[in-house]
């Protein structure tokens, strides 16, 4: 069966410095993975996707994802936070019968 | 742009009551879900539908119900509401294979007292 975890409930990081979001996956197979973000009182909006092509994924607003099979890791990075980067995040696993399976998030706080 | 409205922002109902929340996609996307999230525990799967007046279990059926009479609309539905479902509900679609991304509503923050 597969699954996902995030390994921090929540993140706190200042403005300028780098963002790093942690997330394990377990799959019997090369799964595809996704990273969500939610703002406050928004839906969520896909940040970046990997579907078993390039393993460093690039997504919107400078974000991206290395997939690495051999750590079962999927972490999202930035090299330089923004204070409109302060929201939610999800780490997702597609199973092999399509569902999305959601990590529990990861409050990103950005202190000024 | 896609779009996936959902019928309320904030709904607060008492126990008992039959409650529906609807959700309207515009993009003529074939798969609809209904998911639920609550605190430390991410989303959770409730329904979702292939097609019109099709629907499958996902995680977390009890209690639900949904209903597909048209492509673009689906709706959950509460039986009787109880306080245990409290929660933001968000509805997702996507077209085609079901490995494509899911575009997601604002939610709708059910309160039931």
């Known amino acids: 069966a597969q699954s996902v975890t995030q390994l921090d409930s929540h993140v706190s990081v200042s403005e300028g410095t780098p963002v790093l979001l942690r997330c394990n996956y377990s799959s019997s197979y090369s799964p595809s993975l996704f990273w969500y973000v939610q703002h406050p009182n928004k839906g969520l909006q896909l940040l970046l996707k990997?579907?078993?092509?390039?393993?460093l994924v690039k997504g919107i607003n400078g974000f991206e994802a290395e997939f690495k099979k051999s750590e079962t890791s999927f972490h999202l990075t930035k090299p330089s936070a923004h204070m409109s980067d302060a929201a939610e995040y999800f780490c997702?696993?597609?199973?092999?019968?399509?569902?999305?399976?959601f990590g529990q998030g990861t409050t990103l706080q950005v202190k000024p | 742009d896609v779009k996936v409205t959902q019928s309320s922002r904030y709904l607060v109902k008492r126990t008992g009551e039959k409650v529906f929340l609807e959700c309207v996609q515009d993009?003529?996307?074939?798969?609809m879900f209904w998911y639920r999230q609550d605190p430390g525990l991410g989303l959770r799967l409730i329904y979702f539908s292939y097609d019109v007046k099709m629907k499958e279990k996902g995680d977390i059926p009890e209690g639900y119900s949904v209903s597909r009479e048209k492509k673009e609309r689906f709706s959950l539905i509460l039986e009787s509401a109880s306080t245990n479902q409290t929660s933001m509900y968000l509805c997702?679609?996507?077209?085609?294979?079901?490995?494509?991304?899911?575009?997601f509503g604002p939610g709708t923050r059910l309160t039931v007292l």
């Open positions: 997702a679609s996507s077209s085609g294979d079901t490995y494509n991304e899911q575009f």
């Open positions: 993009m003529d996307h074939e798969n």
């Open positions: 997702v696993v597609v199973a092999y019968t399509g569902k999305l399976i």
């Open positions: 990997y579907t078993s092509a390039a393993t």
